[in-house]
């Protein structure tokens, strides 16, 4: 229920996001849009946390009934989450969009306990000159290269 109740604060706060003031035809303007997702998806530090132990830990621990149900709040908040992009102008594709949030996802979840290590790790990393990166650099960097990937897709479909 932490997990959805943080996806549902990302969800209200993608609908703050002003449309408008995404320019999307461009790829500087795919880059401010995806500095806009990251710095909105980062400031929802339970999302990466929680997401990181959803699949290993959360879900091998609850009866089926209750992950059938959070299964079908994810979906539900997933197809709005794509209805906002499509609407946004960064995806025109359903499906193309929804894969693009679920790889979101996924990436986020990943992400997240390698930018945020634990004082053994960090240490460690620290000692060895490993390098931790920034959720919310890594987050854009992401976004952007899927972004561009998608208007890629977009325009090949165009053309054939």
């Known amino acids: 229920m932490l997990y959805i109740r943080s996806l549902r604060e990302i969800l209200e706060d993608m609908k703050g996001i002003d449309a408008g003031s995404l320019d ?3 790829l500087e303007g795919l880059k401010a849009a995806s500095a806009v997702l990251a710095a909105m998806l980062a400031s929802h530090r339970d999302f990466g946390r ?3 132990l959803l ?3 959360i879900e091998t621990n609850v009866r089926l009934e209750c992950l ?3 299964k079908r709040e994810i979906i539900a908040m997933m197809a709005e989450g794509s209805s906002l992009l499509i609407a946004w102008g960064l995806i025109d594709d359903s499906a193309d969009s929804a ?3 679920m790889d979101l996802s996924d990436y ?3 992400l997240y306990p390698a930018t945020h290590p634990l004082p053994i790790q960090r240490a460690a990393c620290e000692e060895t000159g490993y390098p931790i990166l920034s959720y ?3 987050l854009r960097d992401f976004l952007t290269v899927q972004l561009v990937g998608y208007k890629a897709l977009r325009e090949k479909r165009r053309d054939s």
């Open 108 to 110: 986020a979840s990943g």
């Open 55 to 57: 699949a290993s830990i």
């Open 24 to 26: 999307v035809s461009s």
């Open 50 to 52: 929680l997401g990181a």
């Open 136 to 138: 919310e650099e890594s």
């Open 99 to 101: 894969r693009f949030l």
């Open 68 to 70: 059938v149900e959070c």
